[in-house]
């Protein structure tokens, strides 16, 4: 389901949980945020989030630790840590207990590596695996940090490098190279937990993780949710090797396609970028970054830390105050 017809699926639910009746849902359907956090305390709320899906990878472990990785994602993108989690599971009655262990081995380890505890969860019998988490985190409900507070003039940093959707793509039609998927994998195992602890340290006013919607779609809910307009910087966005020749080739997955349906009408691309990059900036992500928007007085103090913790960032552009997303 493509992200206009989701949106379309959803709106009529948010009128049966009116706000005014839930006063400790701090982020529910009416928000419609990265994650739903519900307050229990004034010192504590809790981040409820749940993502799976069919391997993008060959190897059983890398994938479920991919799968893991970006369902907990969520929780990092709202400024949490993650607690608990569930496996969600859908397996074929044919496939081999090993890849089965190893996959619920991958997701396991990646919670473990999160801080948090792999708790139970549920599997059905299904054509094509499908695997991910159901995920409980904990916020400061003073601290939720949200897609849509961005204000014009914050800058904006992501955190790890695109083209993960558009190789995983090569690597199902056998024309991927090895070190390429290699790469990427790695960046897709990679948790958001690093980012998102030394956000919180220096205060910033929006963020959201990169994934399905693709850059160019979560920067439109970014900057559609909160009011304001942002420009990308084609020469500063980072792509991981491989990619732009992918992109070259037409290798795309079908949700490129979905994603520029949708948002299409609210981008406007300087007359120098071709085609093929409007295409893969609209290709899905899976365990992308953080797109952050922190203002410029406290830009030095984020990079500063992220440089101090090894942590990977680009600053890629700029909030401004016209509508929609301009590249060039």
Known sequence: ???????????????????????????????????????????????????????????????????AANAMSDVYAMGG???LALNI???????????????LRGGAEKVAEAGGALVGGHTVIDQEPKYGLAVVGFVHPDHIASKAAAKAGDVLVLTKPLGMGIIATALKME???????????EVMKTLNRKPARLMQQVGIDAVTDITGFALLGHAQEMAEKSGVGIRLSLESLPFLEGAK???????????????????????????????WMQVLLYTPETSGGLLIAVPEKKLGELIALFDQEGQSHWIIGRV?????????
């Open 320 to 328: 401004v105050k016209r509508e929609g997303i301009e590249v060039g």
């Open 81 to 83: 840590e993650v607690v």
């Open 89 to 103: 599971c859908g397996f074929p009655m044919d496939l081999p207990s090993k890849m089965i262990s190893e996959i």
């Open 175 to 185: 024309m991927a190279q090895p070190d390429h998927v290699r790469a990427a994998v």
């Open 1 to 67: 389901m493509g992200p206009e017809a989701l949106a379309q699926v959803l709106r009529p639910l948010s009128g049966i949980f009116p706000a005014k009746e839930y006063p400790d849902l701090l982020v529910g359907l009416e928000v419609s945020d990265d994650a739903a956090v519900y307050r229990i305390s004034d010192e504590l709320a809790i981040v409820l989030t749940l993502d799976f899906f069919a391997p993008v990878v060959d190897d059983p472990y890398d994938y479920g630790a991919i799968a």
């Open 245 to 275: 020749g992918y992109a070259e080739k037409q290798i795309f997955p079908a949700g490129a396609g979905r994603n520029q349906k949708c948002y299409a009408p609210r981008v406007r691309f300087t007359p120098s970028v071709p085609e």
